[in-house]
């Protein structure tokens, strides 16, 4: 008897298991139609730390006291867990409404059907205040998966206090090039002591660096088809130069380099006053600020002068309705909501990187602290080219095979030549694993 | 004498010296805490505390309670499964013991990772999201081989004279169970409820996906809430609040090791 | 004669042959059997029939037949993730239980302030999993660490020693051998459950206590022994926390610290691929198995069983 309940009950999972796994997009209200005057739940979820988790709840009973049949429900989840969670629900079609989106998911996610349109929605979504570039970023084959909401650029965060120290001038970074990051990087740690060194290597926590040297040669990492393009000798350079940094003790020694460059912010070389040159988003110049105590100038990259400028607009995330949703118009009216209301855009100021929308940016320059204000400037004066492809399906785990060849170029598992070819190999089968 | 506890002392300081300094740091202003570290204090602050405390939405109180809820579903749920599951498997004698032990074993050497999927699925489909329900029944049904495993070792090691007698004198398996071989596992039953206390209060992974409202959420799931590797952490609450929370579980093992002292040595002997 | 001999006679000598308890067993296991088919059976068959699809969590799954599975041999990041979990089992788990053996026999009795140091010891054993070791950890074996510090007392240059391919795995296996509380406390308890009266009996036999160890606590606390190690060694196949706190989740430096299961978890949600996730799951099952089974089989000749 026993064993027939089994069979049964284990065929009754597994038929339940599939038929949700193969389930469609629910069928819910339209996106296009009115907002309903029902009671209406949402639920929103987001990552990061403790302080977003206030600022954004504050934010959440601002719009709960306009529109009080909606409730948002905020579910705050720190980065690994946010995916790991937000997979998962996927996967039993219970997927949030709305959610924070990062560029490297974006197109795994929306290309996957996930995401909503959310021109589809445009009734109840505003976005006339936004650059159409940045716009653009957050969009694939003319759809847009997700709405930009804050920018930021990549550059380089140089420690005045540490130059002064040491008697070295700040470079002009208008015309240097990645040459004159060394020399003065070499200055740096020959007066250091093997204390403190000249430069925090790239290549570590972000691909960025990477984009934007070829981008400064005219190339780009992927075609806008999502292949990979990147001429392996501008990787081999790239891998080479970080060698070279590491080889010629402008960096730290590799354990030293790779332990805090992947420790988080607060452990980073920068953040420790232990290197005087690093690679950061122009948005974490407040954060760093704070963490090292010391004072901090933002510089354009090197080479900017030289060839094209490589320098471009990262939307810092994206904000994106479920596909899934029930609700889709009063979620795209919150996002509008978050995108612009100017008050509660006085309550999230640059939390979420300097805002895409234009009019929200000026709207907070008067409440901003001094290093915003100089992230702001950055991003409003510093050239930039148009925007890189979105990351393709399946390259999202892009970051953690450039970090990977970095160790083996630093450690000497590898060539920098070997390391060019491989990780374009690597990166063009995960791509086409996804297909 | 003397040369024993000073080696003790020795070994016992490298092993706590990271536990000091967490303590050390969450008493430091947080923005000191990466640019001198060392376990000397230049001042005491407690600022840490209050601004931990409050730092998430609902406050941290409400994480305590929710774990300690949690916990004691879950301590209650693997007494009493799991010693009647692992009695079952070591004093009685029945048909495809072999095999169903072998069964038990196995379902601990799949890694939680891809069963997690499927099962989020099954009580997603039940409704069971968002409550402790995914997370303690499993529990009420001895799901934990690890400590059914745990127990039936335990009774193995008990002397039989003990239930043989009993069954002599007409007892049914029922009370010796419950009258002999019960009173005689209390290390055992020590033993499962500091760690299912300790796992419980620790675990990460499956108390992330099933609890998705910030009123639910537990104490791993909140400590986790303050590190985001995207920005700034405030380490100084981090640690602050990972302190508050080692008291709890602290505190259980301090008066749960007791329980373990009261093994069958001094029963039988002395 | 000695104690043990004679007690194992008396024991072995009683023994008779007794019928089968079928329905009182089937009570005693009703909740086991329930958690079996109601919670268990379901997600393990899915994720063995996932295992045969390519399935990545949005859309629905894709019968791909034997694919997932062929993968695994040619797959060099998982051999090289192997290789590392491997080294890490068969390492770790010896200097662990005999850590905890050791700290457990010297903690049994006899000693003032019992109840402290056992706390003391248990402590790192709390915090193992918490977020907070990453921090903890580079205190100790980063560049600047305790160990780096106490090195140039005597001269020595250190390095990021987590941040190092040739030995962050082996400040896991430190990491692992630290939190050696859990296996500690069931030795602990399994120590309590000898009778005194064996050690009496011995001494009065004039057994001295190294004899007394090899003679009595060994082969009563054997069943325990035996249960930590087959868990240990199921455990530290399965370790993924530390390794995932530690190296930020990604196995780092060059895979150096990629364990099974981590490997597992970036294929399933980062890539995702739970299909091949799957797949890998069911391999390792295999592994482990095979390894318990090994296990069980020399249990025959070097655990005491009263029954």
């Given amino acids: 008897m026993l064993k027939g ?210 981008r400064q040669q005219g190339k780009s990492l992927f075609d806008q088809q999502g292949k990979v393009v990147l001429p392996p000798e501008i990787a081999t350079q790239y891998w080479q130069y970080i060698l070279d940094l590491s080889k010629t003790g402008v960096a730290a020694p590799p354990s030293v380099t790779i332990e805090k460059a992947s420790a988080g912010l607060n452990q980073s070389a920068t953040a420790t006053n232990t290197a005087a040159f690093g690679f950061w988003w122009n948005t974490q110049l407040t954060a760093l600020t704070a963490a090292s105590g010391a004072k901090l100038k933002l510089l354009r990259l090197p080479g900017e002068s030289q060839g094209k400028p490589g320098a471009y607009y990262k939307p810092s995330m994206f904000w994106s309705v479920s596909s899934r949703s029930k609700h889709p118009a009063e979620a795209a009216a919150f996002v509008s909501f978050l995108a612009n209301d100017e008050e509660a855009a006085k309550i999230l100021l640059t939390e979420r990187g300097v805002p895409a929308n234009l009019k929200i940016r000026d709207a907070i320059a008067g409440q901003l602290k001094e290093t915003d204000k100089a992230a702001k400037e950055y991003l409003d004066t510093v050239p930039v080219s148009d925007p890189p492809r979105i990351t393709p399906k399946g390259a999202s785990t892009l970051d953690a095979i450039l970090k990977r060849k970095t160790e083996d170029v630093l450690f000497g598992r590898t060539t920098p030549d070997a390391a060019a070819a491989s990780f374009i190999k690597e990166v063009q089968s995960e791509v086409d694993a996804a297909k | 004498m003397p040369a024993k506890h000073l080696g003790l002392v020795v070994i016992g300081f490298i092993m706590l010296y990271p536990v000091l300094w967490m303590i050390v740091s969450s008493l430091r202003p947080g923005d000191e805490i990466f640019r001198n570290p060392g376990l000397i204090l230049d001042s005491l602050q407690t600022e840490n505390y209050t601004e931990g405390w409050n730092a998430l939405n609902p406050s941290f109180g409400t994480y305590l309670l929710n774990s300690t809820i949690l916990v004691l579903g879950c301590i209650i749920g693997n007494l009493v499964s799991c010693s009647m599951a692992a009695y079952a498997f070591a004093r009685l004698n029945f048909s495809g013991k072999r095999w169903w032990f072998g069964i038990m074993l196995g379902t601990i050497m799949l890694p939680v990772h891809v069963i997690i999927v499927p099962q989020y699925v099954l009580f997603s489909q039940a409704g069971w999201v968002n409550t402790f329900l995914p997370l303690i029944v499993p529990k009420i049904l001895a799901t934990d081989a690890f400590f059914v495993f745990l127990m039936v070792q335990f009774i193995r090691g008990l002397p039989r004279e003990l239930d043989e007698a009993a069954r002599i004198d007409g007892c049914g398996h029922p009370r010796i169970f419950a009258q002999i071989v019960l009173p005689l596992m209390k290390p055992a039953l020590a033993t499962t409820t500091i760690f299912t206390f300790i796992w419980t209060w620790n675990d990460f992974f499956t108390q992330l996906i099933y609890l998705t409202d910030p009123e639910m959420y537990t104490v791993p799931v909140a400590l986790r809430s303050f590190v985001d590797s995207t920005v700034a952490t405030s380490w100084g609450s981090q640690f602050a609040m990972s302190v508050v929370s080692l008291v709890p579980i602290f505190l259980a093992f301090l008066i749960g090791q007791r329980y373990l002292v009261k093994g069958i040595a001094t029963t039988g002997g002395k | 004669m000695s104690a043990l001999d004679e007690l194992r006679q008396l024991r072995h000598g009683g023994v008779q042959v007794r019928k ?206 035996f249960f930590n190690l087959v868990l240990q060694i199921i455990h530290a196949f399965q370790s993924f926390t530390q390794a995932f706190v530690v190296s930020g989740g990604t196995g780092g430096p060059s895979d150096s610290t990629m364990f099974y299961t981590l490997y597992l978890y970036q294929q399933g949600f980062s890539r995702f691929d739970m299909g091949y996730a799957s797949a890998l799951a069911w391999f390792l099952l295999l592994i482990i198995a095979a390894f318990t089974a090994i296990n069980f089989w020399a249990a025959k000749y070097w655990v005491f069983y009263d029954d």
């Fill in chain 3, 20 to 225: 089968r308890d079928n329905k009182a067993a089937f009570w005693f296991l009703a909740p086991w059997f329930a958690g079996l088919i109601f919670i268990t059976v379901g997600p393990v068959l899915a994720s063995f029939l996932l295992g045969f699809t390519k399935y990545n969590l949005i859309q629905p799954p894709k019968f791909i037949g034997f694919d997932n599975f062929a993968r695994i041999f040619s797959d060099e990041r998982l051999h090289n993730a192997l290789g590392v979990t491997f080294t890490y089992v068969l390492v770790s788990v010896p200097l662990q239980l005999a850590c905890a053996l050791g700290v457990a026999l010297l903690l049994d009795r006899g000693l003032r302030g019992l109840a402290f140091y056992r706390s003391a010891f248990y402590l790192p054993s709390l915090l193992g999993s918490s977020v907070a070791i990453a921090v903890l950890w580079t205190q100790v074996f980063g560049a600047e660490g305790l160990i780096n510090r106490v090195l140039s007392f005597v001269g020595i240059e250190g390095r990021g020693w987590i941040s190092d391919p040739d030995t962050a795995l082996s400040t896991l296996i430190v990491l692992n051998v630290w939190t050696f509380g859990s296996p500690m406390i069931i030795f602990l308890a399994g120590l309590r459950q000898i009778p005194a009266v064996y050690y009496e009996a011995a001494a009065i036999d004039g057994a001295s206590k190294w004899s007394q160890f090899w003679r009595i606590t060994l082969p009563l606390l054997s069943p325990i022994l």
């Fill in chain 1, 5 to 214: 309940v089994r069979r049964r009950t284990a065929l009754t999972v597994l038929v339940s298991l599939t038929a949700s796994m193969l389930a469609a997009c629910g069928s819910g209200s339209e996106a296009g139609g009115d907002l309903t005057a029902e009671p209406v739940t949402l639920r929103f979820t987001w990552w990061g730390a403790d302080d977003r988790h206030k600022r954004t709840q504050q934010v959440i009973d601002m719009f709960q006291k306009k529109h009080p049949n909606i409730t948002i429900k905020g579910e705050f989840k720190e980065w690994n867990g946010y995916w790991d969670s937000l997979a998962t629900t996927m996967a039993a079609n219970d997927a949030p409404d709305i959610m924070q989106m990062d560029e490297l998911y974006i197109a795994s996610y929306s290309e996957r059907g996930a995401l909503l349109d959310l021109n589809e929605a445009k009734k109840h979504l505003d976005t006339a205040n936004f650059d159409q570039k940045a716009l653009a970023t957050g969009a694939v084959d003319g759809k847009q998966y997700g709405l930009p909401v804050g920018l930021g650029m990549y550059s380089i965060m140089v420690n005045t206090d540490l130059l002064a120290k040491y008697d070295i001038p700040v470079p002009d970074d208008t015309k240097w090039s990645w040459d004159d990051l060394k020399k003065i990087g070499d200055q740096v740690s020959k007066a250091g002591g093997g204390q403190v060194f000249g430069v925090q290597s790239p290549g570590i926590n972000d691909t960025a660096g990477l984009s934007i040297r070829a």
